[in-house]
């Protein structure tokens, strides 16, 4: 493990907190368009949430294949051709004019996207241990947050102008791929096992209660997230408050800021609670934001909901990180870490399909119905699966 001091340190977190940031560029950017994008193909709104499952799909099934990849030849040879693929994909997006084409280029910005949000992960857990990769988990979730709340806001801002000048984004996933050949200064596994003695391990590590219960809550954080929240959030701003693209997307950037905020005090946090009984109240805040969304009528009320949303996921969401990387080696970490992506894009990819069924059946309050009960869920499997001690 390289040192935390030595120089190269410094341009690898640069590096690093830039892969996050474009890891939540295919979503986060182009929500507050939803509204537009449903009127200029004329889809409806229950359709919208096709363009997240085709985004995320590819990472259900290719994830694992390129955290086994990053693992038998090395983090930045997958990394550079991901982001690549993602920029290059994205870029075309803007000039589709047929709603099955977008989707279908969403698709191949997906496969490019599959293995970004867990090299990054896993490139912390190389390089750092202890309290010192607590804490830089912390603030890469925070950085992931800024990045959440910017895009939203600058999507919003964008889409006011046309729904396709939103897909110009990616392509700052390709400097960052240049940058990334010539400065990431990264360990690499050395002396590989078997391959049989590889997979022998990874299940090993897998195989465990708590890793089960952590996978699991990832799931349903990423099926809320994805769904009552990122999906049906903008329309419930649209049709309660008729607010703007812009407005919908000032309004989800609070949510990530108060995620940041709460994300980069994680260390702190992390000396004083049991990583339990972090996860624990971050279920509980998750609960309490949804059933303030359901009968959220005014300005007031849906900062107070948002507010309460972004501090349960900015606990949530890094500890179970965190939790996860020191359950494996180096050796093993990427197609480890690969797994927890490729589950929390199962959770991105049903997230909105389920909720929807929900939307369908009971309209916009189901949708924060079912989000409600998806936190108790979480809440029940980290209650019951989850044994965790501070790190």
């Known amino acids: 493990m390289s040192k935390p001091n030595s120089p190269g340190i410094e341009k690898n977190m640069i590096i690093i907190f830039g892969v996050t940031l474009i890891a939540v560029m295919g979503i986060a950017s182009i929500t ?15 359709q919208v949430g096709w363009l997240i499952a085709a985004f995320t799909l590819p990472g259900i099934f290719l994830t694992p294949v390129s955290g086994i990849l990053a ?3 090395g983090r930045k040879l997958v990394l550079v051709p991901s982001l690549f693929i993602f920029g290059i994909a ?55 947050s800024i990045g959440t709340a910017a895009y939203p806001a600058l999507g919003g ?16 996933a390709l400097p960052l791929g240049i940058f990334v050949i010539f400065g990431l200064n990264n360990p690499e596994p050395k002396d590989h096992q078997g391959i049989g003695e590889y997979f022998r391990r990874i299940w090993k590590n897998i195989n465990q209660r708590s890793v089960w219960g952590l996978f699991l809550v990832n799931m349903l954080v990423f099926v809320l997230l994805y769904g009552s929240y990122l999906t049906y959030f903008p329309i419930l701003l649209s049709e309660r408050l008729q607010a703007s693209s812009v407005r919908i997307g000032l309004m989800m950037s609070i949510m ?21 009984t972090i996860l624990l109240f971050g279920a509980s ?22 507010i309460v949303f972004g501090l349960g996921h900015g606990l949530l969401v890094p500890s179970i990180q965190n939790l996860l990387v020191g359950f494996t080696s180096i050796k ?3 197609a480890f870490m690969s797994v927890n992506s490729m589950v929390l894009r199962i959770g991105q990819t049903i997230g909105p399909l389920l909720i929807g069924i929900f939307y369908a059946i009971g ?20 209650a019951g699966l989850v044994k965790t001690s501070n790190n």
């Open 32 to 46: 507050p368009a939803f509204p537009g994008i449903i009127k200029y193909f004329g889809i409806s709104t229950q």
């Open 363 to 382: 309209n916009l309050q189901a949708s924060f119905i079912a989000g409600a009960v998806v936190a108790m869920m979480m809440f029940g499997v980290i």
């Open 157 to 172: 801002f964008i889409a006011a102008f046309g729904w396709h000048y939103i897909f110009y984004l990616p392509l700052l």
């Open 285 to 306: 805040f998750y609960f309490l934001s949804m059933l303030s969304l359901l009968i959220s009528q005014s300005w007031i009320q849906i900062v107070v909901s948002v």
């Open 71 to 73: 693992d038998r030849l």
């Open 90 to 144: 994205g870029f075309l997006c803007s000039f589709m004019r047929d709603f099955h084409s977008l989707l279908a280029l969403l698709f191949i910005e997906g496969i490019g996207a599959a293995g970004l949000s867990s090299i990054n992960i896993t490139l912390i857990g190389d390089l750092y241990s202890g309290e010192k990769r607590t804490a830089l988990m912390g603030y890469n979730a925070s950085i992931l």
């Open 332 to 334: 093993e970490r990427a």
């Open 256 to 276: 990530s800021l108060v995620t940041a905020t709460t994300s980069s005090q994680l260390g702190r946090i992390n000396k004083r609670f049991q990583s339990k």
